[in-house]
């Protein structure tokens, strides 16, 4: 069983992280926690994936997970070195050094570059450097022989790797003669591919991986396997799967190998969800509640995801065999005469003997073979384009009747899946009918909602996913401007006085119009247009870089107050409010604009301006809000009377009808 990552799988790895489907770029850094002697977990927020846990184990793996063990409760002092240097900051780059297994994750945060380099292989370590190679701090200060992994040495990166993805056959032919060892030896240690890859170049290669190193002529047929081999990766078609022997895991692998083509294969979307399953094999993590909550709320539609995928899978696999056997009987008098110049040949000549006639052959048949395997009787040819492996000792009909039994084979698996799909959404739909059945029961209860940082602020979430947050008064106007503000976000505020200063909190997205009409809708019932009885209002948005504290020479600004500078962006619309109460996901209060409201909340009641005050109308609400739920302990807990009036907007209201 493979028990850490190899050279290879941190290729795959890196180049995985690097793709627009899963970039690790510009993602933002959240908590740290030790979750173990050699681990760590890293909480990413990543632009349109949401919040996501990286974990880094030195010496064996790295990958997100949907199984964070828990952190401890007073952090160690290495995440805590950590959060102080690079929380908030942002990734800028990940690589993997040469061909080892070594990772550097670049960090900017507040124009400071430092950089996380991860060791995979035996012994490994997690390190902060600065950008002069300087280590702040190490997961463990160790001191080897040749070289100190401690805070202030200079960190120093072994010597270079060769790197199969881009090998020439002038590479591979002082490594073979100067060599002693056979050839997989050779291959595994010199191309720091580990014994399984290179066992598989030498069976693509059609070479006995037993023979010695310095006695191999055909380096060119070697060369062509290795490019073959890791192809995947240069071309960024990666292919990851679980290996299963008797039932047990024996291997993870992020490309398809043909050694493993007769054993059970586990098919994954991505390589870090296959790294992720296979290293957490047999292990239950006691997860925080709320990570454990969310793990049985999502394991059933992640089954049901994967499923499907497999099921895609098997349908290509069932398309590509029974076509390769129907291809046979398109070329059946040219296959049939490479069997018969085969095997005739077997009685004269040795294999090696072979494989040098058929190089130097000028015959159409020779041209069509492109590899043999002796150990295995395979030809690997090539029919209009497509790699065919025949058995020289069957006939072409029973050769393409090996492709129809494994193209039965796969459709038998993807009937499987089917049945399984069904089983998987009939267990979804259980559990919903249990849930919503617990919503309406009213045995919810009391539930403990915990604080967040904008709740002393006028808030909420647009349908697209935004947060928006605005004051309350001046002292908050000045916080919200001051405190949170970044550049990236956007300002809201009106030209009338009494209006809430309003930022929406882009995290670096683009902001879609629905959200700009929302903050604008949200800005305008928060003014003193819905206290002025009107229906509809002006305001306007700009970057946070046109927004000010420094008056005009001569003139004076008071608390709560800015300067705009450069165009302005006018937004006319009208007022809407509304509050509910979200019972899916997020159990909480949510108030706002009408549209963005509704997305949330499972129980909604729309205001509009009317004769009770905010004290008045809040109790109205919650009474509704106890009657539509059947809860009162429950509706009580999140949406109190007083908690509803601060969702309000200011002035008198009425509920809607």
């Known amino acids: 069983m493979k028990s850490e990552m190899t050279s290879v799988d941190v290729a795959a790895i890196v180049s995985e992280l690097n793709t627009d489907t899963m970039t690790l770029i510009d993602a933002k850094i959240g908590k740290i926690y030790q979750t173990g002697e050699d681990e760590i977990r890293i909480t990413l927020n990543i632009y349109q994936q949401g919040r996501h846990h990286l974990v880094i184990q030195a010496g064996k793996r790295i990958h997100f997970t949907q199984y964070p063990r828990p952190a401890p409760k007073l952090p160690g002092p290495f995440p805590m070195l950590l959060r102080k ?132 002529s055909d380096l060119e047929s070697l060369q062509i396997a290795i490019n073959e081999v890791f192809n995947p990766i240069k071309k960024g078609e990666l292919d990851p799967q679980i290996v299963i022997k008797e039932g047990k895991n024996i291997d993870v692998i992020p490309f398809g190998l043909q050694q493993y083509q007769n054993l059970d294969i586990l098919q994954f979307k991505s390589f870090s969800q296959a ?49 390769k056997g129907e291809l046979l009987y398109a070329h059946y008098q040219t296959v049939e005469e490479i069997l018969k110049i085969i095997n005739d040949a077997r009685q004269r000549f040795s294999w090696d003997e072979i494989k040098h006639k058929l190089k130097n052959a000028d015959n159409p048949q020779a041209k069509l073979i492109r590899s043999i395997d002796p150990s295995t009787g395979t030809l690997s040819l090539v029919l209009d384009e497509v790699h065919i492996d025949v058995n020289i000792n069957l006939t072409v009909p029973r050769n393409a009747q090996v492709f129809y039994d494994k193209a039965k084979k796969t459709a038998k698996k993807r009937s499987g899946a089917l049945n399984a799909i069904t089983t998987t959404r009939d267990l979804i739909k259980k559990r919903d009918k249990n849930h919503d059945k617990d919503h309406l029961s009213g045995k919810r209860g009391k539930v403990k909602v915990k604080p967040r940082w904008y709740d002393r602020f006028k808030w909420f979430e647009s349908s697209d996913g935004f947060l928006v947050v605005g004051g309350r008064d001046v002292s908050t106007n000045e916080d919200v401007v001051r405190k949170y503000m970044e550049k990236r976000d956007v300002f809201f505020h009106t030209e009338s006085p009494g209006s809430p ?102 129980y909604m009641i729309e205001v509009e301006q009317g004769e009770f005050n905010q004290s008045d109308i809040a109790k109205k609400i919650y009474k509704l809000f106890v009657d539509k739920v059947g809860d009162r302990q429950f509706v009580k807990s999140i949406a109190s009377p007083d908690k509803i009036a601060m969702m309000l907007p200011p002035g008198n209201s009425r509920i809607k009808h």
């Open 85 to 216: 240097h690079i929380i908030s900051g942002r990734i800028t780059q990940i690589s993997q050094y040469d061909f080892d297994r070594i990772i550097e994750i670049t960090i900017i945060r507040a124009g400071i570059i430092t950089k996380l380099i991860i060791e995979l292989f035996a012994r490994g370590n997690i390190m902060l450097t600065d950008t002069q190679g300087r280590i702040i701090q190490p997961l463990k200060p160790v001191s080897f022989k040749d070289r100190k992994l401690r805070r202030g040495e200079i960190y120093e990166l072994p010597p270079p790797q060769l790197s199969p993805l881009d090998i020439s056959v002038e590479t591979l032919a002082p490594i073979f003669n100067e060599s002693k060892s056979d050839i997989v030896r050779t291959i595994a240690t010199r191309l720091n591919i580990g014994g399984v890859l290179a066992e598989e170049v030498c069976l693509r290669a059609g070479i006995d991986k037993h023979i010695n190193a310095n006695e191999v």
């Open 275 to 323: 790294l992720d399953e296979y290293f957490n094999e047999g292990v239950k993590p006691a997860a925080p509640q709320e990570i454990a909550i969310e793990k049985k709320e999502n394991m059933l539609e992640r089954r049901l995801r994967q499923q499907h995928d497999a099921i895609e899978k098997f349908t290509k696999q069932q398309a590509k065999l029974k076509a």
């Open 501 to 602: 200063a309003v930022v929406i909190k882009t995290q670096g997205k683009q902001v879609p119009q629905t959200t700009l009409k929302e903050s604008a809708e949200f800005v305008i019932s928060n003014s003193s247009v819905w206290k002025s009885d009107r229906i509809e209002g002006d305001c306007y948005w700009v970057m946070p870089d046109q927004v000010s504290k420094t008056p005009e020479p001569g003139e004076f600004l008071p608390r709560g107050s800015f300067v705009i500078r450069g165009k302005r962006n006018f937004i006319k619309t009208t007022v809407n409010a509304a509050v509910g109460i979200q019972t899916k996901g997020n159990i909480r209060l949510v108030g706002g604009p009408t549209s963005a409201v509704s997305k949330l909340a499972d």
